[in-house]
């Protein structure tokens, strides 16, 4: 048998749309300069699909930085894996300023954050070892796990009752197998944008022993006082043991990192395959870091902007009605009834009459029925979008309500 034959007959949950999605629902193309009016198909639409959190995209000293970087040292250099030949005082200098930030004693950084996360997990546990994780963590930890070749336990999302059966459970078959326990959950959950209990997690190490690996790709730059992340906004920060973060939101570039305990980054460093065996980051990308850290930093102000923006318009929806779930993040997901087809035409609706541009999640990412809208606030975002977004939404609501988006398939676009 061919072996791609099945690959064409099963399309995969999404592909299998993709002969009516394509173009419009998924690979949308997005044109203009990054902020929250851009063009799709010709014409301007307030994105809120973007998670350019700070505004730091289209920053113009973030555009100057990049473009100088890029005209002085090229897209190639340095070439080869960090280890090898990719290694640079720019490098470590992020490396240095990261730690500083983040409040802890060493930084590596990672090509990319979903191979890296991966493979630091992939590094860490062995055979004996036990991994337990929060059942709503991202893609690139199951991917993560699913290397592992030891045993895994999964708490329900944020359930501290089941965390501590789990955790027993783990400590118990550690201590048969004369391994150790690696706890791994989020700080700022991408989908419904509840912050994960690393608080409550964190209490646990007097009960049982193990490490911490902290996720906070969306919590970087966005949360805690200083915008250190969710361990910082929940006072926890030194008792996370692996803090990792990406550039790839707040951030708004590409790459990411790991911060924690100098011997045990180093351990990282040397022992990460995701890293060993493949190119650094580019220098243009590690100075345009260098830069993004330090308005981060310098510029308290944007935080507080993005807040004024994610408090607007969250609390706008719950006062007109919406149901916005359990986020106290940025992360604002708009919770609606409605199957793919009806979900699809109402996008549709919402994207060609209303010039709204935001992500949708159907089925099977979420329960057959649901709808979940995402909307992402930016510091870039203004009054006049939120006010134009909150009408949209509560003018395409009612018309669900009244059923008129009921469509047999999804409308061709
Ligand atoms: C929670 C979480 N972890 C990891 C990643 C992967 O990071 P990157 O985009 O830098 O590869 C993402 C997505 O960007 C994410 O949302």
């Known amino acids: 048998m061919d072996i791609f034959e099945k690959l064409l007959k099963h399309l995969g949950p999404i592909g299998e749309h993709s ?5 419009y629902f998924a690979f949308p193309k997005l044109e203009g300069e990054i902020g929250p009016r851009m063009n799709f198909r010709g014409n301007e639409k307030i994105v809120w699909s ?3 959190y700070l505004g730091l995209a289209n920053h113009p ?27 640079t005082n720019y490098h470590e200098q992020l490396e240095n300023e990261l730690s500083d930030y983040m409040g802890k004693e060493a ?42 070749p030891g045993k895994r ?40 944008g509840d912050q994960g209990k690393l608080k409550e997690i964190a209490a646990f190490k007097d009960k049982y022993e193990f490490r911490l690996l902290v996720d906070d790709a969306h919590g970087f730059g966005t949360m805690g006082k200083t915008g250190a992340g969710t361990g910082e906004e929940q ?26 305990e100098k011997a045990i980054i180093n351990f990282l460093r040397y022992n990460m395959r995701s890293q060993i065996f493949a190119k650094s ?50 992360v604002t997901p708009i919770y609606l009834q409605g199957d793919i087809p009806e979900a699809t035409a109402m996008c549709l609706d919402l994207r060609e009459n209303y010039n709204i541009f935001c992500s949708i999640v159907v089925y099977p990412v979420i329960p057959k029925g649901q ?33 008129v988006y009921e469509v047999a398939e999804i409308p061709m676009v």
Not at 159 to 181: C, H, S, V, Y
Not at 235 to 260: E, H, M, P, R, Y
Not at 377 to 390: F, G, Q, V
Request: charged share 25%; glycine share 10%.
């Open 281 to 330: 980051i580019p220098l243009p990308i590690v100075v345009g870091h260098l830069k993004r850290v330090q308005l981060m930093r310098q510029h308290p102000e944007m935080k507080a902007k993005l807040w004024e923006n994610v408090n607007k318009l969250q609390n706008g929806l719950k006062a007109r009605g919406f149901n916005i779930g359990r986020t106290n993040s940025p």
């Open 153 to 192: 336990y999964v708490f329900k999302h944020n359930d501290m009752e089941d965390f501590d059966k789990q955790m027993k459970r783990a400590t118990e078959l550690a201590k048969t197998n004369g391994g150790g326990i690696l706890v791994v959950t989020e700080g700022v959950f991408g989908m419904a």
């Open 50 to 52: 973007l998670n350019n």
């Open 371 to 403: 709808i979940i809208y995402r909307l992402i606030p930016t510091a870039a975002h203004n009054d006049e979008d939120i006010e134009l977004t909150l009408n949209a939404f509560s003018e395409t609501k009612a018309k669900l309500d009244q059923k």
């Open 61 to 87: 000293e973030v555009r100057a930085t990049d473009a100088k970087a890029a005209a002085d040292f090229g897209l190639a250099s340095p070439m080869g894996a960090r280890m090898m030949s990719g290694n």
């Open 107 to 148: 930084t590596t950084l990672l090509n990319y954050g979903y191979q890296g996360i991966m493979s630091a997990i992939d590094a860490i546990v062995g055979r004996r070892d036990v991994i337990v994780y929060d059942a709503e963590c991202h893609a690139s930890i199951l991917d993560g796990l699913r290397l592992h």
């Open 19 to 23: 002969d009516r999605a394509h173009g």
């Open 235 to 260: 006072g926890v920060q030194d008792k996370i043991d692996l803090l990792f973060n990406t550039f790839a939101k707040s951030g708004a570039s590409i790459g990411a990192f790991i911060s924690g």
